[in-house]
């Protein structure tokens, strides 16, 4: 069909979209489903070549949708408490500059961590009583965020525990600490 003008085809397309909503809901649907893969790695290609512009879109559909957002904050928190915690663990830890310098960044630490924060979940549900991620030398006192400084124990035993920590302990995880760095600093070397 040829079309005198732009507006006569925008007025037709509009027509025909409204005449056919769930046909082509339908139609639609069943294309991303059969397009999941490739659709998700053209939008990453366009995010990455259009970053400002992603972002702005993003931020501006995140202000006119609020309640939306918080609701999906608000049950992604509830379903991964486990992430929650680590994610919060750290983030107090890089305020206190407690993350050694070399785990900063790296991923492999990262998932030591969030594994024993879900390991804590799980027992908590498990045996019915409250456990906690416990640093054995305590964040408190300077202690590293480190998952070779995490222990899992009762609330009960955390609580009691407080801010105390052995002086032998403390000898103990800087030992380890250190012993790890210089493994990781040999090993960058040889590469």
């Keep these: 069909m ?6 006569d085809k925008v007025a037709n397309d509009k027509a025909y979209n409204k005449a ?14 059969a ?7 053209a939008s990453k290609v366009w995010n990455e070549a259009n970053k400002e512009r992603a972002l702005e879109i993003s931020r501006s559909w995140k202000a006119v949708n609020k309640e939306k957002v918080k609701a999906h904050y608000r049950s992604w928190g509830k379903a991964n408490p486990d992430k929650i915690n680590a994610k919060s663990s750290r983030r107090r830890a890089h305020k206190l500059n407690l993350i050694p310098k070399h785990l900063k960044k790296c991923p492999v630490e990262k998932q030591r961590v969030l ?9 908590s549900k498990a045996t019915g009583v409250q ?5 054995m ?14 222990q899992i124990i009762t609330a009960q035993e955390n609580f009691s525990k407080g801010a105390k920590v052995c002086p032998e302990l403390k000898r103990n995880i800087r030992q380890s600490l250190m012993e790890i760095t210089n493994e990781i600093w040999s090993n960058n070397k040889q590469q």
Aim: aromatic share 10%; proline share 4%; glycine share 6%.
């Design 2 to 7: 040829a079309y005198k003008n732009k507006e």
């Design 20 to 33: 056919n909503k769930e046909r082509i809901k339908v139609k639609s649907k069943a294309w991303y489903e």
């Design 35 to 41: 397009n999941k893969e490739s659709k998700k790695e």
């Design 115 to 123: 594994v024993i924060y879900k390991l804590c979940l799980l027992i």
């Design 131 to 135: 456990h906690h991620v416990d640093h």
């Design 137 to 150: 030398w305590p964040s408190k006192d300077g202690g590293p965020e480190w998952s070779g400084n995490m």
